[in-house]
Each structure stands twice: as structure tokens, then as C-alpha cells.
């Protein structure tokens, strides 16, 4: 199962890439659309932040989502968030053969208060995935508004939308 989770995560992952590839800096700094005023940077440094938040915390059992790290480099400079996924890379694919026999503490706000909850590793990894997709879909709109084509086959689509009802891929 977790070849399966890693292997997912690492080819969204690689969309990524292929987008930052893609666009210029000005481009993956722009924080001009409405209503959010939000980058292109800003939504995957907080798509790694989630993902950092995992391998933080896997060690001492104690994953804390709120412990977002906000590091701006990763928001402005697409080499940094370039080197930062390819070293998720690696750090992911050493989960492969960790023992997951546990369940895993994470604690989350959910919009009340701070809450913990049991997590597989499997499980909090697929969450993390599809968050990532999640924030591929809002980069999606944010290129769309830059009038930026997307050219990356299934960037932010969850791979069950039907085929017929993805646009510009």
C-alpha cells in the first residue's frame, strides 16, 4: 500500500516541478487575483508545509498541522521549493519500508479549537496528496486569471474526475 501512496504523491509532486518549470518567477509570485490575493508560491509552499509538518513530526508520534513552518523562500524562489520537493522525494521514499503498525497522533485545528486525532501513515500521507491536488486545482485557477495556459496533463484534477469533464488537458 504505501508503494502505492508514495508513488502517487512523488508523481504529483513532479507536477509540481513541471509547473514551476513552466512559468517565470513573476508569474509564480504574482499575488494579484481576487479575492485572495494569494501566489502560485504561496499555495505550494503550503502544500509543503503540510507535507513538512509529516516528516517533523513522524519520529516523536506527534504531528501537528498547525506547525506550519511558512517559510517564504518557498513562496518567492522556485529553486528553493524546487530543491524542498526533491528532497520530500527521498524522505517519502524511505517510508516505504517503515514500520506503520501504529497509529500516528495529529493534531489539526478544524476550525473550534486544536483536536488530535489517529492517523496510519498511510492515511495521513493520502490526505497530504489530496491536499496537494486540492491547492493544484485553486494554481489551476490562479493560471487561468494570469492568462497562463496549463499544459501539465491532470494538474489539479483528483484522478476520479471523468475524463470528459477535464478541460485543457
Known amino acids: 500500500?504505501?508503494?502505492?501512496?508514495?508513488?502517487?504523491?512523488?508523481q504529483n509532486l513532479q507536477k509540481a516541478i513541471a509547473l514551476i518549470d513552466s512559468i517565470s518567477t513573476e508569474q509564480y509570485c504574482d499575488a494579484s487575483v481576487a479575492p485572495y490575493y494569494s501566489s502560485i508560491?504561496?499555495?505550494l509552499r503550503h502544500v509543503l508545509d503540510f507535507f513538512d509538518c509529516i516528516?517533523?513530526?513522524?519520529?516523536?508520534?506527534a504531528i501537528d498541522l498547525t506547525a506550519r513552518k511558512r517559510d517564504v523562500t518557498l513562496s518567492t524562489d522556485k529553486e528553493a521549493a524546487k530543491t524542498y520537493i526533491y528532497q520530500l522525494q527521498q524522505t517519502l521514499n524511505?517510508?516505504?519500508?517503515t514500520n506503520t503498525d501504529?497509529?500516528?497522533?495529529?493534531?489539526?485545528?478544524?476550525?473550534t479549537?486544536?483536536?488530535t486525532v489517529t492517523y496510519t501513515l498511510e492515511s495521513i500521507l493520502a490526505h497530504a496528496n489530496?491536499?496537494?491536488t486540492h491547492h493544484f486545482a485553486t494554481i489551476g485557477y490562479l493560471l487561468c486569471q494570469q492568462g497562463v495556459a496549463c499544459d501539465i496533463p491532470g494538474f489539479?484534477?483528483?484522478p476520479t474526475t471523468p475524463m470528459e469533464r477535464r478541460e485543457g488537458i
Open 130 to 132: 489530496s491536499h496537494a
Open 156 to 158: 489539479g484534477y483528483n
Open 113 to 115: 479549537d486544536k483536536v
Open 55 to 61: 516528516v517533523m513530526g513522524i519520529d516523536n508520534n
Open 41 to 43: 508560491g504561496s499555495h
Open 94 to 97: 524511505s517510508y516505504i519500508d
Open 1 to 10: 500500500m504505501k508503494v502505492i501512496i508514495v508513488a502517487s504523491i512523488n
Open 102 to 111: 501504529y497509529l500516528l497522533h495529529v493534531t489539526d485545528n478544524l476550525g
